[in-house]
Structure formats: structure tokens, C-alpha cells
């Protein structure tokens, strides 16, 4: 799908529904996306992120919200702080499954990551945690956009698993423009937005990178099957370079997420996920 650049003045409120859902992860296999270990690790640490990486996002809206004066803006934080309690709690059952279920010993990542993000809440500045949470937006956003804009490349995923995934990237697609209004409104400190951007993408790609490298080394079985694991590096190479232009429409002047209008898609996906057009209801496999 094409997106546009549109006049983002135009656009009122968005489509931002929090939807309370709730998955059941029995029979899933432990390499899950086309029984890669790299890719299905991959995905495991991302989402080991996710819950302490989503409380973080609302602790940033949250502690500025009284300051927001504009009426629109404050009902679309409200949504935005739906939806990211909703995926902290997804994501907090799906890394219990990992663990437990599934065997990975992924506590010392979880453990590292809690503390990072605790001291970020504590000691870094109002300001600059909001702007960490635009940049890690813009991150999930366009990787959402892309999960969206190519789903046959992840057909791979087990069926399982597959409707939490879109899902998640329906909603980041959604709720892409909130923190970055919210700054905006309050700061409108391009040089401070961006030079935090430059900041969240090494650490964004060199923990994710690390933690999965080191969960591949300590899998005897796997680590050493060359084939698939060139073939998982290919596959995220390949996605890197699909979202490079649109990260780096981050950098540009007169950047908004929603320049990208990606209404139609994200009301297509809606459709497919919740073909009954009961949002409340669990989201299906799309495929099926």
C-alpha cells in the first residue's frame, strides 16, 4: 500500500480504540516464525521489551498530561495510554509462556531491561523521556506500518502467535502520533528530539541484537546451524533496509508521523482482524 503526504492540520482525532484482548499461546512451538531459531528469538526479545519498554511510554504521556491544553489532544492521550497498558499485559503473558512453556531462560534480559527503564523514569528529565518515547514510537510505528504493508512476509509466523503480532502493529499504527504531539505541544525542541532519536536507535537495535545473539549462543542445537541463522540475519537485513526511508523521514524539517497517512490501511486491518466488527472481541489469524 502507497502511503501520502498529507496536510496533518486536517486531521482531527484519530481512530485510536482500546481494545482489551487476551490470547492463549497453547501448542506454540519455540521456533515459531518458519522454525528459525534467529527470527523466532529475535521476536521473543522484542517482546521481552515490551512491558516495561509500554509502561514507560505512559509514565512519559502520563507526567505531563495535566500541562495539555488542547481537549482532542488530551482524549487521544487517554486512548494512546489504553492501548500500551493493554500491550504491556499481552506481552507480560506471552514472555511468562516463553519462560515457562517454552523453556527460554530470557529472566536476566527481563531483569536488565526493568532497570534501565526504572532509571530512565528516575533520573532523566520530563522533557527528554517524553522525546526517548517519541523516538521509540516512530521505531514501533514503521515497523508496524511495514508488518501491515507486507503481510506475506510474515505468513511464516505459527497461527498461533500471528494475530497478537498484528494486532500490536495495528495499534502502534494507530496511536503513532500521540507522544509526538504531546511533545510538540509542550517543547517543540527539534534538536533535543533528534539528537535523543540518534540515541533510542543504537540502543533499540544494539540490545535487541545482543540479547538475541546470546540467546542463539547458549542454544547447543542451533548455534551452529549456519543456514537458518544467515537466513534470520537476511531476513532482518531486508526489513532494515524496506523502513530505512521512512526512519529517516524522522530527521526531516516539518516531520509529523501522520504525514504517512496510513488511515486506510490501518481501517483494513481493522476489518481483517475483527471481520464481526466486535473490536472487543479476540482478534482472529488473518490468514484463516
Known amino acids: ?11 482531527q482525532a484519530l481512530d485510536i480504540t482500546v481494545r482489551h484482548q487476551k490470547f492463549m499461546f497453547d501448542g506454540l512451538p519455540k521456533f515459531y516464525y518458519e522454525n528459525n531459531p534467529y527470527m523466532s528469538y529475535l521476536l521473543s526479545i522484542l517482546s521481552l521489551t515490551f512491558p516495561e519498554g509500554e509502561r514507560m511510554f505512559v509514565h512519559s504521556v502520563r507526567a505531563v498530561r495535566d500541562q495539555v491544553t488542547d481537549p482532542v489532544l488530551k482524549k487521544e492521550i487517554s486512548a494512546f495510554i489504553g492501548q500500551e497498558a493493554v500491550h504491556g499485559n499481552v506481552h507480560e503473558t506471552f514472555n511468562s509462556f516463553v519462560q515457562k512453556d517454552l523453556g527460554l531462560r530470557t529472566q536476566k534480559y527481563e531483569k536488565e ?26 521505531l514501533t510505528a514503521i515497523l508496524g506500518e511495514h508488518m501491515l504493508t507486507h503481510p506475506e ?9 500471528r494475530p497478537m503480532w498484528f494486532w500490536h502493529a495495528l495499534e502502534e499504527t494507530e496511536h503513532k502520533a500521540v507522544a509526538f ?6 517543547y ?4 533535543t528530539r533528534l539528537r535523543i532519536m540518534k540515541i533510542v536507535t543504537r540502543i533499540f537495535i ?11 549462543l547458549k542454544d547447543k ?4 546451524n549456519v543456514r537458518q541463522n544467515a537466513y534470520g540475519l537476511y531476513r532482518i537485513t531486508k526489513i532494515a533496509r524496506a523502513i530505512s526511508a521512512n526512519y529517516q523521514e524522522y530527521f526531516e524539517p516539518g516531520f509529523h508521523p501522520n504525514n504517512r497517512d496510513t488511515r486506510a490501511l490501518t481501517k483494513q486491518w481493522r476489518e481483517r482482524l475483527f471481520p464481526s466488527g466486535d473490536e472487543q ?6 490468514a484463516a
Open 1 to 11: 500500500m502507497n502511503t501520502q503526504v498529507i496536510d496533518t492540520s486536517a486531521i
Open 188 to 191: 517543540a525542541d527539534d534538536k
Open 221 to 224: 542445537k542451533s548455534r551452529f
Open 181 to 186: 504531539d504531546v511533545y510538540q505541544h509542550l
Open 206 to 216: 544494539v540490545r535487541i541484537m545482543s540479547m538475541t545473539t546470546m540467546m542463539l
Open 153 to 161: 512476509e510474515f505468513a511464516g509466523l505459527n497461527p498461533i502467535v
Open 113 to 138: 531491561i526493568f532497570n534501565r527503564i526504572k532509571y530512565a523514569k528516575e533520573k532523566i528529565s520530563k522533557k527528554n523521556l517524553l522525546a526517548m518515547t517519541c523516538g521509540f514510537e516512530h
Open 281 to 286: 472481541g479476540t482478534a482472529v489469524d488473518y
